[in-house]
Structures are given as C-alpha cells and as structure tokens.
C-alpha cells in the first residue's frame, strides 16, 4: 500500500507565488518518476511537472520559467514551487507517482489533490 500526501495550495493573487509539496510512503521499493498534474473545471488532467529518477524533467510549456519541480529522494517527497501565477493556473493539483512496490511491477498512485486558486 502506497499513499501520496499532499500539502499547500490556497489562494493567492495573480504574480503571486505557491508552493506545493507530497510525501510518498508505504511499500515502496523504487521510485520511477513523479510529478503533478492539475484538472481545472471541464478541462481533462494536465501533466505540469515531473522528475524521473533518471534524472530528466518535464514541465507543461505555459509553467515553464514559472514553475520549478524539485524531489527529495531520501525523503520520497516532490515539490513544486509556482511563481507568477496566473489565474488560468487555476485547478486542482494531483500529486503522482509511479513506482515499485516490489522488484517485478510497478503501478501509479494519485494524492488526494489541492485547489490552487489565483484571483486576477
């Protein structure tokens, strides 16, 4: 059993910065990548950031420059630091992760989700 803990988000004013962050626990063997995605109403779910534990990184072009992801391996913990936020940054933010559970398969996780609400 693996859970993905969330925190941060709110509401802030346009230009104004948040910071999200997730703890991962539970069985975890090895981490493969994780990141955030973010559902605004009636929109379908966006991959804004990753880290892989490659090493690469992959940002959502409009949070590019905007947005910093950072991971803290020791800690199974991924952070998204937002800056200049935008109100169409506006959405509920998802916490994902995929990795193993044990040495053979691995499988995706979700958190919970944080609103993040930028008021023009």
């Known amino acids: 059993q693996v859970q993905l803990v969330e925190s941060g988000g709110g509401l802030v004013q346009a230009g104004g910065s948040l910071s999200l962050s997730c703890a991962a626990s539970?069985?975890?063997?090895?981490?493969?990548?994780m990141g955030w995605y973010r559902q605004a109403p009636g929109k379908q779910r966006e991959l804004v950031a990753q880290?892989?534990?490659?090493?690469?990184?992959d940002y959502l072009d409009s949070v590019k420059g905007r947005f910093t992801i950072s991971r803290d391996t020791a800690a199974n913990t991924v952070y998204l630091q937002m800056n200049s936020l935008k109100p169409e940054d506006t959405a509920v933010y998802y916490c994902?992760?995929?990795?193993?559970?044990?040495?053979?398969?691995?499988?995706?996780?979700w958190g919970q989700g944080t609103q993040v609400t930028v008021s023009s």
């Open positions: 994902n992760a995929r990795l193993y559970s044990d040495p053979f398969s691995w499988d995706e996780y």
């Open positions: 539970g069985s975890i063997f090895r981490i493969i990548a």
């Open positions: 880290k892989t534990s490659g090493g690469s990184t």
